[in-house]
């Protein structure tokens, strides 16, 4: 089961849920964290109390019917690095000008105790499904990060399950981790969705597999794939580590880590378009959109 929000009359967003056979339909509450909250006031799980709320209903429409937002206005996107071997080999490529078996303090916090969590996105520089996501005027090489999020609760507790797009500068990083904000941050450099799993609806999330198409001019230009269960850590483990001595707030999404990394001569170009994919929770498709310097608009 998984849960929604979909643009209704152009104007207001609804949140519903999907069934496994695809069907929409409504919930009455205004947001996830409300459906949350009034299962819990009810004494039950979100999906059994989902279950029972939907139990007598009729669907609306086939979820392609709907235009999809966000499955939730998360107040912060943060997330953890090199919690995968991929990924821990394309940080060392790019930190030494690709001497593929060099050492480096990527190697170091992929053994360390503490995992890397960063802070990336705030609600107004996450975009959902369909959304155009950026590439930054001053970097050459750009590349998708495909990362599973959990959206967790004010005390930490994994709510749900969604997909999440780390869009990463790999030139930045590579040139001085103390880019690492640069590299990460910028007008439109995340995307979640399209639906948040609810976490009692899966019964082992180590088990999900998640894919990543990239296509130009509607040809196929890359696809990679990993399993969940190639994480080097636990992802409890990973959200103690955010939570310790921290305030987070209740629909926070953790993204984390990437295990998909594109060949390292690909770089993203304006309008390819990108797909990244865990079948339990949907297709996050989103578009690139090249963003220009002012520099260059003033010429
Ligand atoms: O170390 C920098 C970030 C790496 C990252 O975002 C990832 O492994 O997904
Ligand atoms: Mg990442």
């Known amino acids: 089961m998984r849960v929604i929000r979909y643009i209704k009359n152009n104007l207001t967003k609804q949140l519903a849920v999907v069934t496994d056979h695809n069907h929409v339909m409504d919930l009455p509450f205004a947001d996830f964290l409300t459906l949350v909250s009034e299962a819990e006031k009810h004494h039950q799980t979100p999906l059994d109390f989902v279950k029972e709320l939907i139990k007598d209903q009729d669907y609306k429409g086939e979820l392609s019917d709907f235009k999809l937002t966000t499955p939730i206005d998360a107040p912060e996107v943060w997330a953890c690095g090199v919690t995968y071997e991929k990924s821990r080999e394309a940080r060392n490529f790019e930190a030494t000008q690709g001497k593929l078996d060099s050492q480096t303090f990527y190697d170091k916090v992929y053994d360390a105790e503490r995992p890397e969590i960063f802070f990336k996105s705030t609600s107004a520089r996450t975009v959902g499904p369909d959304d155009v996501v950026c590439l930054r005027s001053d970097s050459n090489w750009q590349i998708p990060e495909p990362e599973l999020g959990l959206v967790i609760n004010a005390d930490g507790q994994i709510m749900g399950y969604t997909l999440g797009n780390d869009m990463s500068c790999r030139d930045i990083e590579g040139e001085n981790p103390l880019y690492l904000p640069q590299a990460k941050i910028w007008k439109n450099s995340c995307s979640i969705g399209p639906a948040i799993l609810l976490a009692d609806a899966v019964k082992n999330p180590y088990h999900l597999m998640i894919m990543c198409r990239i296509y130009r001019n509607e040809q196929l230009v890359f ?75 003033a010429k």
Not at 245 to 271: H, K
């Open 223 to 297: 696809k990679g794939e990993a399993r969940v269960s190639q994480l080097k850590r636990s992802l409890d483990e990973l959200v103690s580590y955010l939570i310790r001595d921290n305030e987070v707030y209740a629909g926070t999404v953790l993204l984390t880590g990437t295990c998909i990394v594109p060949p390292n001569d690909f770089t993203l170009n304006d309008q390819d378009v990108i797909e990244i994919e865990i079948p339990e929770i949907g297709i996050l498709r989103n578009s690139v959109k090249q963003l220009i310097s002012q520099e260059n608009i």
